[in-house]
């Protein structure tokens, strides 16, 4: 398999203030980790780009993308009206970039440049709703590729699987009652935002397409391997998707300060794996996978190596 990687320092330029964990450190852990391996020389290189005011329209209302464009002003630091989202000056292009990125990583693996792609950027962005930055997310990354994919690229299904600690709030309202884009979600519970429950599954024509799998603190492989293989593996048949997109939040990992499940750089690769057969049968392998949270930033760099060793093997 050819994995491409979209890996950028200037994505530490997103200043969210002292001690706060969606750090910049995040991002330089990560090109440690990657650049201290073997796995980066074979990787392919995707170029990095912003988005454009009508793609980020794709996921989001036009009256958000005027209050981020209004209070994210390239002059000060602050926090978005619409929540819990901190920002620097140079916070609204990181995030275009962020978004950006994921863009081209889809038009690289639609046109064969490679068969798969990590994209490891920031902010991050699955608790972005259409109206509504929070839960340090400025734009809805993985949502924005899903409807690009499906508007440039033609495709009919795209599933979104995001096994973050905290559950994807914004990625699911984005896709509540759209049947062609289909969101799985582990998650601990009760946890941060406070969604995600079991009987969320979906409205109107996107009924059943929403899967959410609460689990509680201390659940790991066991728990987690289970829904993948299970529930989830069998909706799949059903739905049979045209691309993967991972939300691939690292805060699930054993040591997390954010989280307390229990998942190990293997788990990461093991369910890489299962998603990567789910890709292969359904996508003919199209899968990519974006970064969300992950806040141990050595245990971030060890995660993200496992999960993009397990792309590429």
């Known amino acids: 398999m050819k ?30 980790a990657l650049e201290s391996s073997p796995l980066l020389a074979d990787l392919h290189k995707i170029v990095n780009r912003s988005t454009r005011d009508d793609e980020v329209l794709l996921a989001h209302t036009d009256k ?25 000056p140079q916070s609204l292009e990181v995030a275009r970039r962020a978004s950006g990125g994921l863009l081209n990583a889809v038009d690289d693996v639609m046109n064969g440049s490679c068969d798969n792609a990590f994209c490891a950027v920031r902010p991050p962005g699955h608790h972005a709703t259409p109206d509504r930055g929070m839960g340090f997310c400025i734009f809805n990354n993985a949502a924005i590729a899903a409807r690009y994919a499906q508007k440039v690229h033609g495709l009919e299904r795209v599933a979104i699987i995001d096994w973050d600690v905290h559950h ?11 049947g062609s884009v289909f969101y799985f979600s582990t998650h601990q519970s009760p946890w941060y935002p406070g969604t995600g429950s079991k009987d969320e599954t979906g409205a109107g024509n ?10 509680a603190a201390r659940s790991g492989m066991e728990e987690i391997g289970a829904v993948f293989r299970g ?33 190990s750089d293997e788990d990461f690769a093991s369910l890489t794996r299962i998603l ?14 974006v970064l969300e949270g992950g806040y141990n930033q050595e245990g971030l760099g ?9 792309l590429q093997a």
């Open 3 to 32: 994995t491409g990687i979209l890996l950028d320092r200037h994505f530490s330029e997103h200043d969210t203030g002292p001690h706060h964990p969606e750090a910049p450190e995040r991002i330089l852990a990560i090109a440690e």
């Open 64 to 88: 958000y993308l005027k209050t981020v464009l209004s209070e994210i002003d390239g002059k000060r630091s602050g926090q978005l009206s619409t929540g819990d989202t901190h920002f620097g």
């Open 168 to 178: 994807g709030n914004g990625t699911q309202d984005i896709f509540y009652e759209d």
């Open 206 to 215: 996107g009924r059943g397409t929403t899967l959410n799998a609460p689990l």
């Open 231 to 263: 529930a989830f593996t069998k909706k799949m048949s059903e739905f049979k998707p045209d691309l993967v997109i991972i939300s691939a939040g690292f805060d699930s990992r054993l040591g997390d300060p954010l989280g307390q499940l229990t998942l």
């Open 276 to 289: 990567r057969e789910i890709a292969g049968e359904y996508a003919e392998g199209k899968l990519v996978s």
């Open 302 to 310: 060890k995660a993200v190596a496992a999960h993009v060793e397990a």
